[in-house]
């Protein structure tokens, strides 16, 4: 029998996530921002005011 020399197939395991980086508007006050991942909608300027809590939309 021939046995695969699957040698050369040494990936790195992919991670779960995948980074996506998008480019989203904010929901906050719309402006355009490259989302570093999925759950991030909100841009950083919004994420730094009062305004924006973590946890205040319902899961
Ligand atoms: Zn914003």
Redesign the pocket.
């Known amino acids: 029998m021939s046995s695969r020399s699957s040698n050369s197939n040494t990936k790195k395991p992919v991670a779960d996530t995948p980074v996506e980086r998008k480019t989203r508007r ?6 355009k ?1 490259t989302s570093e991942h999925v759950g991030n909608r ?2 950083q ?2 994420k730094g005011t009062a305004a924006w809590r973590e946890g205040d939309q319902a899961a």
Not at 26 to 31: E, S
Request: proline fraction near 0%.
């Open positions: 904010c929901l906050m006050c719309g402006t921002f909100v841009c300027s919004c």
